[in-house]
């Protein structure tokens, strides 16, 4: 965690400088501009995600508009990506011909279809990034019927901002390269850690979830923060600007999160007395919270 710690707040080009020597090692190989001058990056599913992404590439400079693509059975949402960021809209088959790394951004129901429509364009030079929630690497080349290089990524929200978690877990057929890769569209939007396939529900349940729960406590202080005779507009700013100071903190410091909550308690102040209430059961209740969404991940998993 400590090594994490240090990169939170920082920018995309600080944060190469920190997990730089992975990518540069992996860059160099092709050139240290491959990726920005002679790639194609396709996105499939224009909507929030895909958004994201496009936009925290082109500000980090690791592709530039000509050499972005993107499809969408929706006109509006092409369009509008096409208006803010000048991409290239074409059709689903299209844009897989035309592309060397496909980042499939539709929902998980809608998955299956497109891979049907697709599979006669995909070849095994191609690289595909998979952000469907739920949907294994393996379903992915069932219906491909072919054995593609492929990454399968868990972002989360915060990416919606350039500060996402997003964990990505390698394919059979993926190379170092295509991690580095994949990694590098990702630090874009945020921070990555590189997981086995398997974590993946582990993972949802608490990067891919966490923002819902962080939400969740931030409106509970909210509501506590106006029973006490605060107007809501500066309880929320109060509570939000808290949890994103004291993340930047627990990034930032060397020392652990424990260590940190002990340095504002002192004994027998406000704080100690806050906790002593959480210590009734918070930990148990965020234990059974995170069990409950991992329980839901698998489900779901058999059910696509
Ligand atoms: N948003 C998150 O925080 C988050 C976090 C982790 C993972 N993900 C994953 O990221 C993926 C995208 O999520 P999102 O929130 O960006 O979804 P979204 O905003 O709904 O965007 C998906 C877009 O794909 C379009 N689409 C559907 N079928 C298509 C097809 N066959 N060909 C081309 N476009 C098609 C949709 O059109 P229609 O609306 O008309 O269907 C929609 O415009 C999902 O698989 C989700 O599980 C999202």
């Not at 219906?143 to 901002?161: D, E, Q, S, Y």
């Not at 350039?162 to 590098?184: F, W, Y």
């Not at 308690?265 to 059961?281: D, I, K, Q, W």
């Given at each position: 965690?400590?090594?994490?710690?240090?990169?939170?707040?920082?920018?995309?080009?600080?944060?190469?400088?920190?997990?730089?020597?992975?990518?540069?090692?992996?860059?160099?190989?092709?050139?240290?501009?491959?990726?920005?001058?002679?790639?194609?990056?396709?996105?499939?599913?224009?909507?929030?995600?895909?958004?994201?992404?496009?936009?925290?590439?082109?500000?980090?400079?690791?592709?530039?508009?000509?050499?972005?693509?993107?499809?969408?059975?929706?006109?509006?949402?092409?369009?509008?990506?096409?208006?803010?960021?000048?991409?290239?809209?074409?059709?689903?088959?299209?844009?897989?011909?035309?592309?060397?790394?496909?980042?499939?951004?539709?929902?998980?129901?809608?998955?299956?279809?497109?891979?049907?429509?697709?599979?006669?364009?995909?070849?095994?030079?191609?690289?595909?990034?998979?952000?469907?929630?739920?949907?294994?690497?393996?379903?992915?080349?069932?219906?491909?019927?072919?054995?593609?290089?492929?990454?399968?990524?868990?972002?989360?929200?915060?990416?919606?901002?350039?500060?996402?978690?997003?964990?990505?877990?390698?394919?059979?057929?993926?190379?170092?390269?295509?991690?580095?890769?994949?990694?590098?569209?990702?630090?874009?939007?945020?921070?990555?850690?590189?997981?086995?396939?398997?974590?993946?529900?582990?993972?949802?349940?608490?990067?891919?979830?966490?923002?819902?729960?962080?939400?969740?406590?931030?409106?509970?202080?909210?509501?506590?923060?106006?029973?006490?005779?605060?107007?809501?507009?500066?309880?929320?700013?109060?509570?939000?600007?808290?949890?994103?100071?004291?993340?930047?903190?627990?990034?930032?410091?060397?020392?652990?999160?424990?260590?940190?909550?002990?340095?504002?308690t002192s004994p027998g102040g406000?704080?100690a007395?806050?906790?002593?209430?959480?210590?009734?059961?918070?930990?148990?209740?965020?234990?059974?919270?995170?069990?409950?969404?991992?329980?839901?991940?698998?489900?779901?998993?058999?059910?696509?």
């Amino acid at each position: 965690m400590r090594e994490g710690i240090q990169i939170i707040c920082q920018t995309y080009d600080q944060r190469l400088t920190v997990y730089g020597d992975f990518l540069r090692r992996h860059l160099f190989f092709y050139g240290e501009n491959h990726m920005a001058k002679e790639r194609k990056i396709g996105f499939i599913g224009a909507g929030n995600m895909a958004s994201a992404l496009i936009k925290g590439i082109i500000k980090s400079n690791r592709y530039i508009p000509e050499q972005i693509l993107a499809s969408d059975i929706r006109p509006k949402a092409i369009k509008n990506l096409q208006k803010a960021f000048g991409i290239t809209p074409l059709s689903n088959r299209e844009l897989v011909s035309e592309s060397n790394t496909i980042v499939i951004a539709v929902k998980p129901q809608n998955i299956t279809d497109l891979l049907n429509e697709i599979k006669d364009n995909v070849h095994d030079k191609h690289l595909i990034i998979s952000i469907a929630a739920g949907i294994p690497l393996a379903k992915i080349s069932s219906i491909l019927g072919k054995n593609v290089p492929m990454i399968r990524v868990m972002p989360n929200t915060p990416a919606l901002v350039q500060k996402g978690m997003s964990a990505l877990a390698k394919g059979k057929a993926a190379t170092d390269e295509d991690m580095a890769e994949a990694i590098s569209i990702f630090m874009a939007v945020g921070e990555t850690v590189e997981v086995e396939e398997k974590m993946m529900d582990a993972i949802t349940a608490v990067s891919g979830s966490g923002p819902g729960y962080v939400f969740k406590m931030m409106e509970c202080m909210v509501d506590a923060a106006e029973a006490i005779g605060l107007d809501s507009k500066k309880a929320t700013k109060l509570v939000v600007q808290t949890f994103l100071g004291a993340s930047c903190l627990a990034k930032e410091s060397e020392h652990s999160l424990s260590r940190l909550r002990e340095m504002v308690t002192s004994p027998g102040g406000t704080t100690a007395s806050g906790l002593a209430v959480f210590n009734e059961g918070l930990c148990e209740m965020t234990n059974r919270a995170i069990k409950a969404a991992y329980q839901r991940s698998i489900e779901l998993g058999k059910n696509t």
